[in-house]
C-alpha cells in the first residue's frame, strides 16, 4: 500500500514538472470563447453526418501577455485553439506542436487568423499531420508566398478531418495542380474547404478514404470530378452555394461515388431542359437537395431512382408530371416555394409520407389527394392563397376524415379569396351541403318547381283562373273591335237606366214583376233586355259587353237558378270589371230567393265577395212590402238619359 502511494506521489510530481516546463516556453493569453468543434466548420445547418470534437476536459480562463504574438482561444488537454499566426511565430507553433506525437491526448487544433508563406503552412501541416491531432481547423487564412510544388507525405497520420475557412491565394500565377493535389490526396475521412473561391478540386490519384467532402459556399462548376472514380467511400457530399448549372452533369459526377448516400446541390445555378443527356445517378444514392435552383418540372425526368428524400424547395416547377419517374422508393418530397396549383398525385411517389407544399400558388386543393396518396402521414400545405369555396370544403372533408394529416392546422390555412372572406380560417368556414351539392341542389330546385306549378295549377283550377282569362281576352277584344269600327265615338252614350242579368229559370218573375213595375208609371225606366236589345249577328259576349257599357246600373236578380246559370256567370264578371275600371257604383243585387253558400260554385267568389260586402234588395213575400221594395229600386237607378227609348245596344245617336 505505501509502495502504491509512493507511485503515484512521484507519478503527480512528474506531471507537475511538465507542465510547468511546457508553458514556462510560451506566455499565455486566454480569450473568453469556448473551441469551436470541426462540425462546425461543416455546412451551415449541418448533416448528420458532420465530424464532432471531443469532450472540453479543462479550460484556461486566465489573460496574460505572448512573448510570439499569437492567442490561445482555448486550451485543454485534449483542445487548442490559437489565433494571430504569423511568419514570425510559426517556427515557435510548429516546434510546439512536434512535440505532439502519436499517444498525446491532443486530438483539436483550431488556428485563427493564420497569415503566413506557403511552404512554411505546408511544414506547419506536416507537423500537424504526423501528430496526435485528429481534427484540424484553420479559419481566415491568407497565403503570402508563391505557391509551388511541395512532397506532402501523407502516410503515418491520426488526422481524420481537415477544415479550410476563408482561404485567400495571393499568389495569382501559380499550378493549380500544385495546390489542389495536396488536398485531394489526403488520406483521412472528412474533408471541407468552405468560402474560399475555390474554382476546381483534383481527383485524387488512389481510392480515397473520403467519407465526407464539404466545399460549401465556392464558385466550383460542373467540371468538378468528371470521371472520377477514386471517391468510392465517399457518403456525404456538400456543393451548396456554388455555380453548379447542369443537372445531368450532377449525376454524372456521381455515377463512381459507389457509397454517396446524401448529396446537397442547393443554392446552386441548376437547370434542366430535357433536351440534355440521360441522367447517369449513382444508385445508392438516399438523400438529395436541389433547392433554390432554376429547376423546371423537367427535372423529374432526370432523378435517382432509389432517392428516399427530395428536397426541390424554391425552385421553378409548375408541376408534377405523370408517368415521367417512377420513384418507388421516396418518402418525403419537399416541393415547398414553388410554382403549383395543386396538389400532385402519388402514382410515381407509391412509398411517399411526408409531402411539403408550402407557399405555392394553391387556390383549392384536389381532393384526389388523400385517395391517390394513401400512404402519406402529414401534409404541410399552409401559406398558399386558399380560395374558399366548395371545392376546398370537399378536400377539408376528406381530410378530416382520412386522420387530420394537415401540419400546421389551422393557423397556416386561412382565405385569400374572395376578397370579403380574405383572412378567414379555414376552420371557420363553412357552406351549406345545398349549396355545394350540385345533384341535391338540382334535384331541390326541381321539386320545388314541381311542387310551384302544382300549387299554381290547383289555384288555377279551384280558382276558374283560365275562365276568367278567356273572358278578360273577349273583353278585349271586344273593346278593340268597337275601338276601329267607331274611331271617331272613344266614348259610350248611356242608354239604357239598368241591364237586367237573370237567370232563364227566373224569366217569369222578370216579364211579370220586374219590367211591368219598372217601366210603366211616371218616371218609366228604360231597361236593357237580352232578349229585345240584343243586336242579331254579334257573338252574345260582344253583346253583354256592350249592353253594360250603355247601361247606367246592372241589375242582378240572384237565386239559386242565377248561380247555376254559365251566362249569368259572364254578365256578373264584365259588370265586375266595369265596377272597378270605372270606379263607379253600378252593380244593384236582388236576392229573389235565398242561395244556400254550399250550391255557390268556387269561381263565384265575387259573388259571395259582393253579397259580404254590398247592400242588396231582397224580394219580399208580403205584397204589402213590395210598394218599398220598387221605391228604393227606383231610387237606385233614377238617371236623366240623353237617348230615345226603344234603342237596341248596338246603335248609336
Known amino acids: 500500500m505505501t509502495k502504491n502511494m509512493r507511485y503515484l ?27 469551436t468543434s470541426v462540425s462546425n466548420n461543416f455546412p451551415e445547418g449541418g448533416s448528420d453526418k458532420s465530424i464532432t470534437s471531443l469532450p472540453l476536459l479543462y479550460k484556461n480562463r486566465q489573460r496574460s501577455k505572448v512573448d510570439y504574438n499569437w492567442v490561445i482561444i482555448e486550451n485543454t488537454t485534449e483542445s487548442l485553439s490559437l489565433s494571430q499566426i504569423t511568419n514570425g511565430n510559426v517556427k515557435k507553433l510548429i516546434t510546439l506542436l512536434s512535440d505532439f506525437r502519436k499517444g498525446s491526448r491532443l486530438q483539436n487544433l483550431t488556428l485563427t487568423n493564420v497569415s503566413v508563406d506557403w511552404n512554411i503552412f505546408l511544414e506547419l501541416l506536416q507537423t500537424v499531420w504526423h501528430s496526435s491531432i485528429e481534427y484540424f481547423n484553420i479559419n481566415n487564412f491568407t497565403q503570402l508566398s508563391d505557391i509551388e510544388y511541395y512532397n506532402f507525405r501523407y502516410s503515418g497520420t491520426s488526422m481524420k478531418a481537415l477544415a479550410l475557412k476563408n482561404i485567400l491565394v495571393t499568389d495569382l500565377y501559380f499550378s493549380q495542380d500544385d495546390l489542389y ?121 432526370c432523378l435517382p431512382v432509389n432517392v428516399n428524400k427530395l428536397d426541390l424547395q424554391n425552385n421553378q416547377i409548375a408541376s408534377v408530371p405523370q408517368g415521367i419517374a417512377e420513384l418507388k422508393s421516396l418518402k418525403e418530397l419537399n416541393l415547398a416555394s414553388n410554382r403549383l396549383a395543386d396538389l400532385p398525385g402519388c402514382g410515381g411517389f407509391s412509398a411517399l409520407e411526408f409531402l411539403n407544399m408550402e407557399m405555392n400558388s394553391i387556390l383549392t386543393p384536389s381532393a384526389d389527394f388523400f385517395e391517390s396518396c394513401q400512404r402519406v402521414r402529414e401534409l404541410e400545405a399552409g401559406h398558399n392563397p386558399f380560395k374558399c369555396s366548395c371545392e376546398l370544403q370537399a378536400f377539408m372533408r376528406l381530410e378530416r376524415q382520412s386522420g387530420g394529416k394537415l401540419s400546421g392546422w389551422p393557423e397556416a390555412y386561412v382565405c385569400e379569396y374572395p376578397e370579403d372572406l380574405r383572412g378567414t380560417q379555414l376552420k371557420d368556414f363553412h357552406l351549406t351541403e345545398l349549396a355545394c351539392n350540385t345533384t341535391l341542389l338540382l334535384v331541390t330546385a326541381l321539386l320545388l318547381t314541381l311542387v310551384l306549378v302544382g ?141 244556400p ?34 221605391a228604393n229600386l227606383r231610387a237606385a237607378i233614377n238617371i236623366n238619359l240623353p237617348v230615345a227609348e226603344g234603342q237596341s245596344c248596338g246603335e248609336r245617336d
Open 9 to 35: 506521489g512521484n507519478f503527480f510530481v512528474y506531471e507537475c514538472l511538465f507542465v510547468l516546463t511546457f508553458w514556462s516556453n510560451i506566455s499565455l493569453s486566454v480569450e473568453n470563447e469556448l473551441f
Open 455 to 595: 300549387v299554381v295549377a290547383f289555384l288555377c283550377i279551384y280558382l276558374d283562373v283560365p275562365w276568367y282569362v278567356r273572358m278578360l281576352w273577349q273583353w278585349t277584344q271586344t273593346k278593340r273591335r268597337a275601338w276601329h269600327e267607331c274611331p271617331e265615338e272613344r266614348e259610350t252614350v248611356l242608354q239604357f237606366h239598368a241591364f237586367i242579368s237573370y237567370s232563364e229559370r227566373d224569366s217569369v218573375w222578370v216579364k211579370n214583376e220586374l219590367i211591368p213595375n219598372l217601366e210603366k208609371g211616371e218616371g218609366s225606366v228604360q231597361l236593357c233586355q237580352h232578349e229585345r236589345n240584343f243586336v242579331p249577328g254579334k257573338s252574345i259576349v260582344e253583346n253583354i259587353i256592350n249592353c253594360i257599357d250603355k247601361s247606367y246600373k246592372s241589375i242582378f236578380v240572384l237565386s239559386p237558378n242565377f248561380v247555376q246559370s254559365e251566362w249569368c256567370h259572364y254578365e256578373l264578371y264584365f259588370a265586375h270589371h266595369k265596377l272597378f275600371s270605372e270606379n263607379c257604383n253600378s252593380l244593384i243585387l236582388i236576392l229573389l230567393e235565398p242561395i
Open 181 to 301: 493535389q495536396i488536398l485531394a490526396n489526403m488520406n483521412i475521412e472528412a474533408l471541407t474547404v468552405a468560402e474560399s473561391e475555390m474554382i476546381h478540386m483534383l481527383c485524387p490519384s488512389l481510392d480515397s478514404p473520403f467519407r465526407y467532402i464539404n466545399f460549401i459556399n465556392n464558385d466550383l462548376t460542373d467540371l468538378l470530378f468528371q470521371n472520377c472514380d477514386k471517391l468510392i467511400q465517399l457518403e456525404t457530399f456538400i456543393l451548396q452555394k456554388n455555380k453548379f448549372e447542369s443537372l445531368s452533369k450532377v449525376s454524372s459526377m456521381t455515377r463512381y461515388m459507389k457509397s454517396l448516400r446524401y448529396l446537397d446541390m442547393s443554392s446552386n445555378l441548376l437547370r434542366n431542359d430535357g433536351a440534355e443527356e440521360h441522367c447517369q445517378w449513382t444508385e445508392s444514392l438516399m438523400e438529395l437537395d436541389l433547392s433554390s435552383n432554376q429547376l423546371t418540372e423537367s427535372v423529374f425526368g
Open 597 to 630: 253558400p254550399y250550391i255557390i260554385p268556387a269561381r263565384y267568389h265575387k259573388l259571395k265577395a259582393l253579397m259580404a260586402k254590398r247592400t242588396y234588395l231582397e224580394w219580399p213575400k208580403e205584397r204589402s212590402k213590395r210598394a218599398l221594395f220598387w
